[in-house]
């Protein structure tokens, strides 16, 4: 793994440094600086891009090549995809020739130059971190100092997926062991910054990680698009400290969503990690008040299920589960019960660690910290508990499912007849009843409606869910459960004039009701892969307020399950996602070749066309079935139970 011009990261043998190839290759405009008050930044962007995401590495570069100044040492280790292999460009970077495997790359004002080639290695290897990220600081010293983590990543499960090596993520564990030997060895105390230009890392456990060795962190709640942040303002982002570095590429990334189309459903936060301790102190007090008066558990899971979501996906199994922390606050806070002195606390101690922060309209009201947070104890994940910082939430969330399986106990939190709904306003109002006794207990509600498949044929009444949104308990003291949401049926134009169907999951209105955000379960398919062993994920649309879609993309899960927006191959194909839902409370994915013509969409998303239209009172099928409706609750002790009808006018 440690090639030559690492061998002095990885031993003390003495082998050559960075600064003696530097020299050899005649580069120029180097600060190579490190005096207190010269204001000088040494930058290394560990540009993980031997996937899906290596055209996007690409172009980061050219920004990083417009935006870099003589105040700034840029390096980029710089992993790419395997030659002849989708999606491998073949294109240069600057005048560097194509290559394939990783390069060490050195970006000044003058152009780029190519330090080294070191092959094919595995990006995901906490040691290549160590070796290259030691290397570029030890050699070059400056006053204010930024590692850029840019990959995949999945939150607390980890960051870097390597397509070549397929190893798996980098634990948060890993990295912050991986950053305090980089620290040891290049002599240096703290990094000013730590940016994750990832999904789903400005996470509890990943600050919590981050905390021992860095200043600040730079990274977002929700995933990320493809262009990601924006490094052509890299050179006024290092004019000032950390701070300034942050908040300028925070302003940087917003602008760049606002061209790509995608800015109602992006974040981004820049978290001073010095108060992570008390936000964990916040934490901890929030877990006694909830020990001290287990009836509250409910009340909690409650708030992480009214909290944000982020990268959401319809199949709990599939979900991240990430919520808001600082949501999760302001429901405890605004409940006024004897959580609320402790969640005022935790949303304080979360404000004042979130320095900095952007969210589009779709996350309005998000604080910049996400936690993780199942409401049911059926889907968390054991795992969790292996990450070292997780200690403090963890406890939280077992004291909350314990309380809240208490205090369902023996009740029967079922429903108790069908559900009913009527058409107002340009919404479907859908309600079905508890007991009183169970209203108390229920942690989440969900309104839902799809195409009604009477029994037949030996099977049970089955429903294709469409759409779902957060509902609640509207009146405690009877028991009824419900909300609202629009009914949307979105139509695919392709080659052909052909049409189709989309299955639409998790509508997120924006308060001012300017901007939608749908979240559609999509199957890919690379050329002459099979439905069944396809990559999972979801296609996000954004629509306007007359229901036009203003933005798409596509999320994938990876073979290592990382996330992120990816650039498919344009011969690969997608099949849309529906749940089957059975009168039995059976849930079954079902691929769009089962209900659509064509069965599947060409992968490239700019191929065809899509189009929203409302339905309204007696308009109609959907998927050639009637509009049916539905609620799902989930009880304090996990338990689910589904109803739905079908809508009759």
Known sequence: MCSALFVAACSDDGGPRLGDVTDVTNVTNVTNGGGEGDGSWTVFVYMAADNNLES???????EMMAGVTDNVNLFVLNDRSAQDDFPYTGDPIDGVPAYSGAHLLHVTPAGVKDLQDLGEIDMADPAMLVASATTVFEAYPAEHTALVLWDHANGWEGYSDDGSSGNGLMSPDQMQAALTEVLQRSGMDRFSVVSFDACLMAELEVALSMAPVADYLLASEQTVPNHGMDYAVLGEATSGDA????????????????VADDVAGVTMSLLDLAKMNAVSDAVAGLHQAIAADPATAVEFLRGADRAAAFAYDDDPGKSFHLRDLGQ????????????AAASAQLVGAVDDAVVAHFEGVAFTGAHGLSVYAPISIEYFRSDFNDVSTATTWSALL??????????VGGTDTSFTGVPVASFENGQISIAAQVSGEAAPNIASVTVFYGAFVPAQDGFPDLLLMLGRLAGDVLDPATGVVGGALPVLQLGISGDGGSTGLLGVFSPIPSPDGTTTILSV???????????DDGLSGFLELTLDADANIVGRALYLRSETGALAAVTPDPNGTLQTIVLQLGADGSVVPVPSEMYTTPPSLPAVLDSYSIAAQAVAPGDGTVLGGALGFGVVVVDAGGTTHITFAKYTG
């Open 56 to 62: 996007d590495g690409l172009d980061d570069i050219n």
């Open 243 to 258: 701070e300034h570095f942050g908040a300028t590429m925070i302003d940087g990334f917003r602008q760049h969503s606002e």
């Open 328 to 339: 999760i606050g302001d429901y405890l806070v605004a409940g006024g019960t004897s959580l």
């Open 398 to 407: 077992d004291t909350a499912y314990g309380g809240g399986a208490d205090s």
């Open 521 to 531: 379960p999509v199957r890919y398919m690379a050329p002459g892969v099979a439905v």
